[in-house]
């Protein structure tokens, strides 16, 4: 199948996970108090002092693996868990769908952060910034702060939003919902596995992710968009490909020659193996013959022998007793039989010239004579359709060659006659699937008719009672019992009389049926061989098997044997429908409002004149700001809820993947800072769960400054 280049990319390799070395330069943090900046992301980690430019970041995932050769247990963390491919079955994260809940997974991360970090003191001596979801759990919260004071007993702990400092940093407000780039990742994976359950590679996760980054994007209008694509080349149009790697199969090419010595060799061998057959038959046959007459002069000497000399022979020919000696002789004979001509001299004898015994053996002999002669008529049945076979054959081939095109005229004749009794064979059937149909109520009808006429009695079925009932005209002379036997056995005496069976049971198979196939089968192939016109796509095969254009479009069909099409991927619907979820998450399977529905009821809180404020000044942030359209989205799902003279702003962070952490190091560098965190004599007096009230954090459980 061709495939528009332009649309056709390649999977990048993945590359092998950076070594990210600890850092040496601790010494100017050391008892310095300097504020560390933790962004505790469902996909990333981001942890750093707040001096620095740019975080560290690092996968949060934590895999615990036992290395095969050394059989050492190994602790994993971020891209490393996908260069092991047995970790990857046993990773987890921190997160479980947006709330935070694997508290050894975070310790594990916390850990490995704190290592890079350089901080080699026993306790990590540095106040703490730390993001936590919106509107977070109190359980996760206390966990988390029990985690921070008792393992690593840092001073102080404050919790922050993610985008409430990614609006500090560029001094601008943003909302949130719970469905992020993990979901939307998830989410991918899961369409194209629908789409694809039989795909020759294993996605991952992180080829998802580079999907969602590269190819997908918003709609403004989403089923604007989807009535677009019904159009097959609109669908085409909009698709991209994605090449995953594969493996061309080696197969040795041979020329005509080398084919030719191949089929005459194996001609070759089978005429040997039809030779060696039949010397093995005739000398199987004369071993036999020879047996035969060793064992009936072993037997001669029976009489002439003594007991005891009889019993050595016995033994000494490997025999248990008589019965055995004369059991083998008389296989042999009947083996011998087989090979020769049967002969029945009783059958012509009269029964008055025989005894008991020839009486006996006249008899059998008939049953042998008749199994002889039927088999011999089967054979030259067999023979007789063998020869009109091979006489229809020389005369369809005569007329082939006579005029080729009326001849495969009339086989595509024959083929739309078997095809069409196929298809209204079909149509019944599934006509029968729906009780209100007509040949279901007549089917329905046939049915009771039957169970009727068994439960009538039968003088009335004599007297015509019921609609089922038989009118038998019999004779005058004929008695009361004939009468009676004559009205119950009329059943069946035409053999019209059992398609009622055929009518009712609708799930078998009938002869007509498959003698269609076969007859459709042979014709098609005569055509195949013969009619340069005719190919596999005018097959009844291809025919019923045909897809239509939108589906063929939605996932092209590749043919058999294409390694490099079967390993691609068609992303068309795809692309929008993942990126819908943040406006539709039900749509995926999540119960939670949408980003539209979110800030309109936001915006339903405030006054007229408050929500112009807020609708001049929208914000976006976070990894999803990155994807084409968001902001355009976010305008067409506004628009329609504002008067028409309200003025509408859109700004995205500079940068959303950074920014939020970058506001955490600007915060952390103030004297504010110092006031919103929870100290250890605090969380000791109010317990984990306790935070203060300030602008960049939650309000549950919150104490006010």
């Given at each position: 199948m061709d495939v528009d280049e332009q649309h056709l990319s390649y999977l990048p390799m993945q590359p092998l996970p950076a070594v990210h070395v600890p850092a040496t330069d601790y010494d100017d943090h050391r008892e310095q108090h300097t504020p560390l900046c933790i962004d505790n992301g469902s996909t990333h980690l981001r942890f750093g002092f707040c001096t620095s430019d740019s975080p560290r970041t690092g996968i949060n995932m934590v895999a615990k693996y036992k290395e095969r050769r050394t059989n050492k247990p190994l602790l994993l963390f971020g891209e490393g868990i996908d260069i092991e491919g047995g970790a990857r079955?046993?990773?987890?994260?921190p997160w479980e769908g947006d709330v935070l809940l694997n508290f050894d997974a975070l310790e594990n991360a916390l850990d490995?952060?704190?290592?890079?970090?350089?901080?080699?003191?026993?306790?990590?001596?540095?106040?703490?910034?730390?993001?936590?979801?919106?509107?977070?759990?109190?359980?996760?919260?206390?966990?988390?702060s029990e985690l921070m004071f008792e393992q690593y007993n840092v001073p102080s702990l404050a919790f922050c939003v993610d985008s409430a400092m990614s609006f500090y940093h560029n001094n601008l407000p943003s909302p949130r919902?719970?469905?992020?780039?993990?979901?939307?990742?998830?989410?991918?994976?899961?369409?194209?596995?629908?789409?694809?359950?039989?795909?020759?590679?294993?996605?991952?996760?992180?080829?998802?992710?580079?999907?969602?980054?590269?190819?997908?994007?918003?709609?403004?209008?989403?089923?604007?968009?989807?009535?677009?694509?019904?159009?097959?080349?609109?669908?085409?149009?909009?698709?991209?490909?994605?090449?995953?790697?594969?493996?061309?199969?080696?197969?040795?090419?041979?020329?005509?020659?080398?084919?030719?010595?191949?089929?005459?060799?194996?001609?070759?061998?089978?005429?040997?193996?039809?030779?060696?057959?039949?010397?093995?038959?005739?000398?199987?046959?004369?071993?036999?013959?020879?047996?035969?007459?060793?064992?009936?002069?072993?037997?001669?000497?029976?009489?002439?022998?003594?007991?005891?000399?009889?019993?050595e022979t016995l033994k000494e020919e490997g025999l248990a007793n008589d019965a055995a000696l004369d059991s083998i002789i008389k296989k042999l004979e009947a083996?011998?039989?087989?090979?020769?001509?049967?002969?029945?001299p009783l059958v012509d004898v009269l029964d008055e010239d025989l005894d008991e015994d020839g009486?006996?053996?006249?008899?059998?002999?008939?049953?042998?004579?008749?199994?002889?002669?039927?088999?011999?008529?089967?054979?030259?049945?067999?023979?007789?359709?063998?020869?009109?076979?091979?006489?229809?054959?020389?005369?369809?081939e005569q007329e082939r060659d006579r005029d080729l095109s009326g001849w495969a005229s009339k086989l595509r004749r024959e083929q739309e006659v078997i095809m069409t009794r196929i298809k209204e064979r079909n149509r019944r059937k599934a006509a029968l699937t729906d009780r209100k149909s007509a040949a279901s109520q007549a089917r329905m009808k046939s049915i009771a008719n039957l169970a009727a006429d068994d439960r009538l009695p039968k003088k009335r079925r004599k007297a015509g009672g019921g609609e089922c009932a038989v009118?038998?005209?019999?004779?005058?002379?004929?008695?009361?019992?004939?009468?009676?036997?004559?009205?119950?056995?009329?059943?069946?005496?035409?053999?019209?009389?059992?398609?009622?069976?055929?009518?009712?049971?609708?799930?078998?198979?009938?002869?007509?049926?498959?003698?269609?196939?076969?007859?459709?089968?042979?014709?098609?192939?005569?055509?195949?061989a013969y009619d340069p016109t005719f190919t596999e796509e005018h097959t009844h095969a291809s025919l019923t098997s045909q897809r239509s254009a939108l589906m063929s479009a939605f996932r092209p069909q590749y043919e058999e044997g294409d390694v490099q099409g079967k390993a691609r991927i068609h992303l068309n619907v795809e692309r929008w429908r993942v990126c819908e979820a943040w406006f539709s998450p039900s749509m995926a399977g999540v119960d939670s409002a949408g980003l539209g529905e979110v800030l309109q009821n936001i915006l339903a809180r405030f006054p007229d004149a408050d929500k112009a404020r807020l609708v001049r000044n929208v914000f976006l942030t976070g990894a999803p700001a990155q994807i084409p359209g968001l902001a355009d989205?976010?305008?067409?799902?506004?628009?329609?809820?504002?008067?028409?003279?309200?003025?509408?702003?859109?700004?995205?962070?500079?940068?959303?993947v950074l920014d939020a952490w970058r506001g955490m190091a600007d915060f952390a560098r103030t004297d504010e800072f110092a006031r919103v965190g929870v100290t250890r004599a605090e969380y000791d007096e109010w317990g984990g769960e306790r935070i203060k009230r300030w602008w960049g954090g939650n309000w549950n459980a919150s104490v006010p400054i």
């Open positions: 079955s046993q990773a987890k994260t490995y952060a704190f290592i890079h970090l350089g901080i080699d003191t026993p306790t990590v001596d540095h106040p703490i910034l730390m993001t936590e979801r919106l509107a977070s759990p109190l359980h996760s919260r206390a966990l988390t919902i719970n469905w992020g780039t993990m979901q939307a990742t998830d989410y991918l994976l899961k369409l194209i596995q629908l789409k694809y359950p039989t795909f020759p590679s294993r996605l991952t996760t992180t080829q998802c992710n580079w999907m969602l980054q590269s190819y997908c994007e918003f709609s403004p209008d989403y089923t604007a968009l989807l009535r677009k694509l019904k159009d097959p080349l609109n669908l085409r149009a909009s698709e991209r490909i994605i090449q995953f790697p594969y493996t061309l199969p080696v197969t040795e090419e041979k020329t005509e020659e080398e084919l030719a010595r191949i089929a005459e060799r194996k001609k070759e061998q089978g005429r040997k193996l039809q030779e060696l057959a039949a010397k093995s038959r005739m000398e199987k046959l004369l071993q036999k013959e020879t047996d035969l007459a060793h064992l009936l002069s072993v037997r001669e000497r029976r009489d002439e022998e003594t007991k005891k000399e009889w019993a083996d011998l039989k087989k090979e020769e001509v049967p002969t029945f009486l006996k053996e006249k008899k059998k002999q008939k049953l042998l004579k008749a199994g002889y002669e039927a088999r011999e008529r089967a054979k030259r049945e067999k023979e007789r359709e063998r020869e009109e076979r091979a006489a229809e054959e020389k005369r369809d009118n038998v005209v019999v004779p005058a002379h004929a008695d009361t019992e004939e009468l009676t036997r004559g009205a119950d056995d009329m059943f069946g005496a035409d053999d019209a009389d059992w398609a009622i069976y055929r009518k009712i049971n609708t799930s078998a198979v009938s002869s007509d049926e498959e003698d269609d196939l076969a007859n459709l089968q042979a014709v098609e192939q005569k055509l195949l989205r976010v305008h067409a799902t506004l628009r329609p809820i504002l008067p028409p003279e309200t003025a509408l702003g859109i700004v995205r962070a500079a940068d959303p």
